[in-house]
């Protein structure tokens, strides 16, 4: 049972840039922001106490040295955490590697491992970034250097005569599943969950978002937006489909029909039984010729069942800071569902843009959207 567990916490999904936009979304990116900033500050006040205030402060050159570059630096990257954006996976990274290294050379630096052993668990407190942010290949990382340094301070303090080695068995026996055991579990348990969070947000057939995975990507996907275009596509004859060729070539042409919307830049969602909807940010004329290439790559005359696909596009413009983007969304697939209905009103197989193209959610009383 436990290879399963491990093999399982070794091989679940993460990806970085998930996370932070989670956190963005959900408002909790400015607090996670404070909180690493004030960690970084408090570790440099640590290291100041213990330079400063302790009876037995670090007396070799070397030592000084390194704990006066820890102070100056922890300031430095505090600074950085509240004044900079959010920083890439490869700067997350290095600060993950900056905080366990700083971590272990201080301690070491001060010169009376026994004295802080226990200070190590300051190592646990560094996992709790690593688990939230990162891959459990990354915190595996982390954990050998955890466990070195543990396995240093030990051999160092066993090897020391005026040592107690008693009470550093005791330490050891503390730092144990403070700094290893905990880590892992929760970290586990926090991708178990964010992977269970993110299939609530997609369509299990087509693998693309559904109502509520498209409504959750809106606010940050439309951040500084100054153009939005949604489209409805409906694919023809769905019905006569099922009934010549299956319900399993019906579902195979659903899952067609979401691999040929998907493109760069786009965020598509399967709103309904064989509809699908596509927000962009693209400009009116833009997103006119998106639809078009769709048409295109919807009919293949290698499909079992040949496709095609009705196409209703709302837009409008200038989105702004205060704009409730998933009401307004909402809106325009409402126009752009009537667009789509005039298509196949018209024979299907081709692209309407709605009349109305309001400006957001300041349009005037009495503009239905």
Sequence with gaps: MQSVFLRTWWHQPHSYESVVSYLELHGALAPYRLAAALSTFSYGLGAAALLLLTDSPPTSAVGRSIFVLAIVSTLVVGVAWLRTPWPSKRVSLMFAAYSDIGVTL???????????????????????????????????????????????FSVLILLSPDTDHGLAIAQLVVLVPITFMGPTFFQHLLLKLHVQAQAANFDPLTQVRNRRGLDEALPVYYLGATDVSVMVVDVDRFKSINDRFGHHQGDAALQLVAKRLTTDGVVVARVG????????????????????????????????????????????????????????????????????????????????????????????SGTEL
């Design 273 to 364: 039984g064989e509809e699908f909807a596509v927000v962009t940010r693209l400009s009116e004329p833009d997103a006119r010729a998106l639809a078009e290439q769709y048409l295109s790559a919807a009919h293949s005359a290698s499909d079992a069942a040949p496709l095609t696909v009705s196409i209703g596009i709302a837009h409008c413009q200038c989105v702004s800071s205060g704009t409730d983007v998933v009401d307004l969304i909402t809106r325009l697939l409402r126009s752009a569902d009537a667009a789509m209905y005039e298509a196949k009103q018209q024979g299907g197989n081709q692209v309407v843009v709605a009349g109305l193209t309001p400006r957001d959610d300041r349009a005037p």
């Design 106 to 152: 201080v301690l070491l630096s001060y010169g009376s491992p026994q004295t802080l052993f226990l200070a190590l668990a300051m190592l646990a407190a560094n996992s709790v970034y690593v688990q939230l942010f990162h891959s459990p290949k990354v915190m595996a990382l982390h954990l050998l250097w955890a466990g070195t340094a543990v396995t240093l």
